[in-house]
């Protein structure tokens, strides 16, 4: 079994990569396994809905690079004796350290588990700012990548995504990194993709950066004044109710927010929303309706009472 590790802070787009590796590669039997930062599984469902068939599992208490690592290197194993897919894609939680995951797989010491370079997306809206707020994990997942995917570019021009690039190249000088609409890359890309297998004495697995070493091994560090806020049976009472929570939650009004995402009715009868924030830009679309609404936050600060009284109970 191929295990491909696909990194990126909090609302990179992990998942949309992910789903459209799957569509272009129909000819593989991959699972899926996910780790969410709280306690909502709306990535997995987002999968489950566009690519019919997928073996999806799911860890949602603890991070797989740290505080969770026995729980995912149980579930490693058991989809590599039980399943055993082809390519087991790994989507890590936004504050997953790549390269504390890497050293986990590494540790099994397990010849059917074969670790493929890792890819690691990075929003280029966004990277400048969160690098400067959340140096420790942004740096570490570039450092032990072999390819940067540079989400949302399509739109920038080479003089706006140069600073980006060049900050990129000061930690990861090796890496490819891939601008514009990744979805418009050849099969044989995507192809490659699953195909080249980290050798151990390639290096690649560490970056080859030691000058340029920002990290620590501890997971649990990194993340202490990072919490997560999940509320249960939630709704409001419009769309319009939720976009100006939104817009709040961009202005700071509830603490400093780089993530947030969910799923609730807003009081239309059989619709439900999905809303989607990542450094004070948002999304909302339509959602099918789902058997519980939740929706987290992610952020320093949090003030989860002011966040509870904007909601309703269901």
Known sequence: MKVLIISGFLGAGKTTFLTRLVRRMPDVDFAILENEFGETDIDAKIIGQDVDSLK?????????????????????????SAVDPDVLLVEPTGVAKLGNLIRNIEGLHY??????HPVTIVDAHAF????????????????????????????????ELAPCIRELRQYNGHAEIVTGDYDRREDAWWRGLLTDLVTKDSGAEDGGHDDHEHTHHHGEEDTEDLHTVTLHHVSLPSP?????????????????????KGCLPCHTPGEWIRFDLVDKRWMISGFPA?????????????DETALQERFEKV
């Open 111 to 116: 010849d059917r588990i074969r670790m493929l």
């Open 290 to 302: 789902q058997p519980e609404a939740a929706a987290t936050f992610i952020g320093r600060g949090l």
């Open 240 to 260: 319009v109710h939720l976009l100006a929570l939104l817009q709040d939650i961009a202005e700071g009004r509830f603490g400093s927010v780089p993530r947030a």
């Open 56 to 80: 999806i599992w799911e860890l949602t208490e603890n991070c797989v690079c740290c505080t969770g690592k026995a729980d995912f290197l149980t579930n490693l194993l058991t989809i590599s």
């Open 128 to 159: 400048l700012s969160e690098k400067e707020s959340y140096d420790e994990i942004c740096l570490d997942q570039i450092a032990h990548s072999a390819t940067l995917v540079l989400s949302k570019s399509e739109q920038m021009s080479e003089d």
